[in-house]
Structures are given as C-alpha cells and as structure tokens.
C-alpha cells in the first residue's frame, strides 16, 4: 500500500526535508513522558516535561541545529532492595522540531517539573520585487530576472 503525502501538490515546491522531519517525529512519538506547551507573553513559549524522580544530573537538553532533544537517565541505586516497584524509572528521550529563529533562553527544575524556555524574535515582514526582461525571440538567449528584496516598517 503506497503513502499519501500531504505535500504532493505542485504548488508546494521545496518541502521534502519538512515531510522528512515530519514522518520522524512521527515514528518518534511516544507518551512518556508527557509534557505541555504554552505560550508565554507575546512571543514566548514553554515547554514543560513531567520528569517526577529525576535529578538536573539524571537529565540533559541538547540542541541540534532545529532539533532540540531532552533525555533522562536515572541511575540505579545497587543498595536499595524494592518490595514492590511501582514507579518506573526508565530513561527517555523527547524530541521538538523548532521553526526557525526560535531561541532557548533557559531551563529550570522544579517539583518534577522540567520547563524550558523558548522566544521568537519578532521578523519583519520583506516585500520582493521580481524584474522580468524580455529577451529576443531570434537570440534564444533566456530571460532574466531580477530579484531585490526591501524590508517594510512595522506599522
């Protein structure tokens, strides 16, 4: 059975790396361990990983060109003998695809709660003029175009 790809219409030029990305994160996605994401002000957001019984130690945040990946390790204590073990202590890995120009500004642990702090830069809008010259028909030599960009002032 072939795939359908939600980018397969010829107006859509150029998104294959996204589609790629897009198909990881999916095959990626697990439940463990959940998180939330929220807007912060006007251009912030935060996520927020429920990581209960982990360290700052038992914990890394990494990131990786736009890929930004947090894991947990918790390392096993050899003198503790359980009865009954009913809090997991697994390792995890979450990744997050960020758009471009978002920044980590920080990140903090606190009651079980691992937040991380993102901004977007605010990016002003560019107009683009595109020149188009004719060329001669009996030359064969192709056309040109000229491309220049402006930046327009936020209003």
Known sequence: MSRVSMFNSPLLLGFDQLERTLDRLAKSAEGYPPYNIERIGENGLRITLAVAGFASDDLAIELVESQLTVRGKQSEDGDRVFLH???????????????????????????????????????????????????????????????????????
């Open 85 to 155: 073990r009913g809090i997991a202590a697994r390792q995890f890995q979450r990744a997050f695809m960020l758009a471009e120009g978002i920044e980590v500004t920080g990140a903090r642990l606190d009651n079980g709660l691992l937040s991380i702090d993102l901004v977007r830069p605010v990016q002003e809008p560019r107009i683009r003029r595109i020149r188009i010259e004719a060329g001669d028909a009996g030359s064969g030599a192709g056309n040109t175009i000229d491309i220049t960009a402006r930046r327009v002032q936020p209003r």
